[in-house]
């Protein structure tokens, strides 16, 4: 009986200290609305939160008139976590505070390798990054590692990457190595958790980076499929007999939808568009056969989902200039809705990846405290 009630309360003020991270900024008041509670729980609840340092009482939240009540947040230097996107020759790192802020990142060449060094270079390299951020090992809540190809995060394991060319490669060593705990995570599913921070609704989430991939928001949760399986959308075909994949296969929309697809033989991203602002021919030509192959990807998307599509990768962030002849191209591909008002770009662009699997850890913190 005692024991219910422990763990009834060790839930509320777990729940009290979740919906203060969710709402940013919320007045005592509202917690106790949202949630429930009396309002003398939630005070105590509150006042416990505070003293441990995870939630600090300040600013005011605008009130018409009368008395303006102060707001609680979550402290942001009460713990930081630490994400790390491991690409084929460099480790782009990240650490967010308790509040998700970004607060530092760093991109470090490292090329990948499968035996033990790697793991040795990436656990020195998270320990001079973290060193040059001047936070205390023991504010890190842990290291969100994100990878391109399909991973069991149970098991911490990367499952198999045609990318990396590499099979079942377990991150376990790796935790013991760096002395942080560890979770993994496919690239497209780290980015998907950051871009659909703070969205509400079914949402399929398009990830156009070096490899084309993605993630499925349904009812607030991802669908994972069996084995983690889901969102390979950059294998489904755009053409039989087409261009040839990494994957073996032909005519994926990966060969075609890229940023590699859409960058060509230029150094970045960046030099590719700045081509296509000075209206050079070709680059121009590729920009428009590129939108093409991404309207019909994404009218495919709606058709299959029927919810909100969000465009996002390293090529999705510089896609919003070109909105009105992609919108276009959609509509053409896509008779059944009336205008593309379902279509959005991320925001997070090149760090999304790193930056959502520090998110999740610090979502964990609240949720397992
Ligand atoms: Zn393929």
Known sequence: ?????????????????????????????????????????????????????????????????????????????????AGMDITMDAILFVLVNMRKELVRKARIRVPFAKDFSYYEAMANWLRVFLEQTGVEEDKILGVGITLPGVVNQKEKLLRHSHVLQVENMSFKGFEELSGYRCEVESDAGGAAYAETAGRSGDLVYLSLNDTVGGAILLNQSFYKGAEDRSGQFGHMKRERNGRLCYCGGRGCLDAYCSAKALQGDEPSMEAFFEKVRKRDRESKRRLDEYLEDLAAAVSDLRMAFGCDILVGGKAGGYLKEFRKELDRKVLECDRLDLDTSFLDFGKCQAEASAYGAAMRLVDRFFEEM
């Open 1 to 81: 009986m005692e024991e219910n009630r422990r763990e009834t309360k060790r839930m509320n003020k777990a729940r009290v200290a979740r919906l203060i991270s969710e709402a940013g900024a919320i007045s005592k008041n509202e917690v106790s609305a949202r949630l429930g509670l009396s309002m003398p729980t939630t005070l105590q609840h509150v006042k416990e939160l505070t003293e441990a340092g995870y939630v600090v009482e300040n600013g005011e939240l605008e009130s018409t008139g009368g008395r303006k009540a102060k707001t609680l947040s979550i402290a942001k230097d009460a713990g930081y976590a």
